[in-house]
């Protein structure tokens, strides 16, 4: 059975750094074909993919922010960790991590079901 | 980043209908397209994958078409549990989104 769930700070404030870590079950970071991405949603708008990362390390980012996002994987504790800096109250949303089928194949397959991330002083 | 523009933004429907949605690209992407379902409080289902592809557990009655640069979404007889947003994404190139259509019980 595969699961995926997010984890990390609920409230962040202005110009601070974001972690965010999922922890994957069923499947293998190091599976040759599969990937982990993360999404994220402002409340009641459009997905917006961030950033995914492959067993091999290929990453790829957001171009708009790229400046801003690290994403890493942990293959000993099944976990990929997504970093972004200088936190605003725009990048308020739900942060989804799933899974990826392939790297041609760049949509998510099996969900987390989201933490939700406020932007707040 | 190539666009996707669904249509239309809410749809009103009834049990039983057949509905369309719409999803336009901004330039061609063959077949990298994918729709989703998703329900208030929960994350998005994938439903279609290569435009036309149902995913494993996804009920007949949906089904996609489309290439290049226009895609549809088709539910041939709709359900109480399908009102909900569908989202369109492209993978031909960075992944990119649609605005979502909503789809509500008229």
């Known amino acids: 059975q595969v699961t995926l769930k997010e984890s990390g700070p609920v409230l962040v404030k202005p110009t601070e750094t974001l972690t965010l870590t999922c922890t994957v079950s069923g499947f293998s970071l190091t599976n040759i074909r599969m990937g982990v991405t993360w999404i994220r949603q402002p409340p009641g708008k459009a997905l917006e993919w961030l950033a995914h990362?492959?067993?091999?390390?290929?990453?790829s980012y957001s171009t708009s922010l790229k400046s801003r996002l690290t994403i890493s994987q942990d293959i000993s504790k099944n976990q990929v960790v997504l970093i972004m800096t200088n936190m605003d109250p725009v990048d308020t949303g739900t942060y989804y991590c799933?899974?990826?089928?392939?790297?041609?194949?760049?949509?998510?397959?099996?969900w987390g079901q989201g933490t939700l991330v406020t932007v707040s002083s | 980043a190539i666009q996707l523009t669904q249509s239309p933004t809410s749809l009103p429907a009834s049990v039983g209908d057949r509905v369309t949605i719409t999803c336009r690209a901004s330039q061609g992407i063959s077949t990298a397209l994918a729709w989703y379902q998703q329900k208030p409080g929960e994350p998005p289902r994938l439903l279609i994958y290569?435009?036309?592809s149902l995913e494993s557990g996804v009920p007949s009655r949906f089904s996609g078409s489309g290439s290049g640069t226009d895609f549809t979404l088709t539910i041939s007889s709709l359900q109480f549990e399908d009102f909900a947003t569908y989202f369109c994404?492209?993978?031909?190139?960075?992944?990119?989104f649609g605005q979502g259509t909503r789809l509500e019980i008229k």
């Open positions: 990362i492959f067993s091999n390390d290929e990453r």
């Open positions: 799933a899974r990826v089928d392939s790297v041609n194949e760049l949509y998510g397959d099996y």
């Open positions: 994404q492209q993978f031909k190139s960075f992944p990119t």
């Open positions: 290569d435009a036309s």
